[in-house]
């Protein structure tokens, strides 16, 4: 039995400060890795942990996400620099969501930028970024930090979410406004200071609590004994994954390859491609990719990323898509799907050829079905449709409506 002490080849992946209380939560065992830690894919079932989102609350750990503490004279300028969104307009105590390109214009990652104060902020990424973000620091006056050991991090989401916290005594947490922060604490006066950001991904109501390691079990606990009267549930990687299909939100290494990892030309991928053009700030000055970016608006992409309606019940995972049935003529790919409970739609994301990107327009996804270990090949007809899918008001009103 491996032991704390033990080396870190026999024991590879870091536990987060929640792993306790998530191992005896746990009924299946079905832990992945995400980011050098090992979390939770399925607490007990999908479909329990994917109705705790959309109908009570779900508690989900984000400590593995890569943290950075960005401060000094030149913050504001090396994140202008660094992200294609306007950083100046990024008011203290506001929550940005951005992405950065390399010098061709392709996506590094995506992540929030936390304003703090107004010479400190915080990064949240996906992936580690620590020599990108040094290298393009030079000349600035800035110190960068990896601070992901430092903070423990929970996803609180769902329509009971917010009735919850102020159950706990988080006083005038119904105040908070999507995409701004707070700092809190569990009611009485020795409670652990807690930052509460209105984010997540889920599209729809929710919170993050950010806090000290030290405080993380008793976080956890005060949350799960409160929040049996609320529906609280756990949840893994597999039931968030439906929810942020069903909200239109890009999964890393799932609908795009980091520019910086991908070892195949045409691999990689622009805003503009992935429907995020509305990040891109042209008139901040320059950043990095901006001509590139510039380039590309002026003739246009030859692909975006769009929302698929697919006909029946089986979902196109990984589909190529064709312009008709008898699949002639390739169209695009999926890259994610799934059945949405909610919506009771079969939802896909998918990169698609320019000719058939307008809303209504047609594709033919050819599925693999296997029945019993047979294989059965399938041509369903897809629709083209806006994202998001589901965008419950919830979401964005303030004070949130009470369940």
């Known amino acids: 039995m491996l032991t704390e002490s033990e080396p870190y080849y026999r024991q590879p992946l870091l536990k987060t400060p929640f792993h306790e209380q998530a191992r005896a939560a746990s009924q299946v065992d079905a832990f992945i890795p995400w980011s050098g830690y090992t979390t939770v894919d399925v607490f007990s079932s999908i479909e329990q942990e994917y109705f705790a989102i959309r109908n009570s609350c779900s508690l989900y ?58 010479d400190e902020y915080r990064l949240c990424t996906a992936e580690r970024q620590l020599d990108w973000l040094h290298a393009s620091a030079i000349g600035f006056d800035v110190a960068i930090t990896e601070i992901t050991d430092e903070i423990a991090a929970l996803s609180l989401q769902g329509p ?74 756990p949840i893994g990687s597999r039931a968030l994954n439906i929810a942020r299909l069903e909200a239109g939100f890009l999964q890393p290494n799932a609908d795009f390859v980091s520019a910086a990892h991908a070892q195949r030309s045409g691999t990689t991928r622009s805003p503009l491609e992935l429907g995020l053009g509305w990040l891109v700030d042209f008139e901040k000055g320059h950043f990095t990719g901006r001509r ?25 995972h990984n589909a190529l898509l064709y312009t008709d049935r008898r699949g002639r003529v390739q169209a695009g790919s999926v890259t994610s799907a799934a059945w949405s409970p909610t919506c009771k739609r079969n939802l896909a994301l998918a990169m698609v050829d320019v000719p058939y990107l307008d809303d209504g327009a047609a594709v033919w996804a050819e599925i693999y079905l296997n029945r019993e270990l047979v294989w059965q090949r399938r041509m369903v007809r897809a629709q083209v449709v806006k994202r998001p899918f589901y965008a419950p008001a919830r979401r964005r009103a303030t004070p949130p409506p009470e369940f």
């Open 292 to 316: 590139a970016l510039l380039a590309e608006q002026r003739r246009g992409p030859r692909r975006c990323l769009v929302g698929l309606d697919v006909a029946g019940n089986k979902p196109a």
């Open 61 to 118: 750990d984000i400590t593995p996400m890569i943290k950075y503490r960005i401060g000094g004279p030149d913050a504001a300028r090396f994140l202008n620099r660094l992200t294609t969104r306007d950083i100046d307009r990024l008011a203290p105590g506001r929550v940005q969501y951005n992405v950065w390109c390399d010098d061709d214009g392709q996506i590094i990652d995506d992540g929030t930028v936390f304003r703090l104060d107004a």
């Open 160 to 233: 009971t979410s917010c009735a919850l916290l102020k159950a706990l005594g988080v006083a005038g947490i119904e105040r908070l406004k999507p995409f701004e922060l707070g700092h809190f604490a569990l009611g009485a006066a020795a409670a652990p200071p807690l930052m509460i950001s209105r984010t997540g991904f889920t599209g729809d109501l929710g919170y993050e609590l950010w806090m000290r390691p030290e405080d993380a079990a008793g976080v956890w606990d005060a949350l799960m004994m409160t929040g049996q009267g609320y529906g609280l549930r």
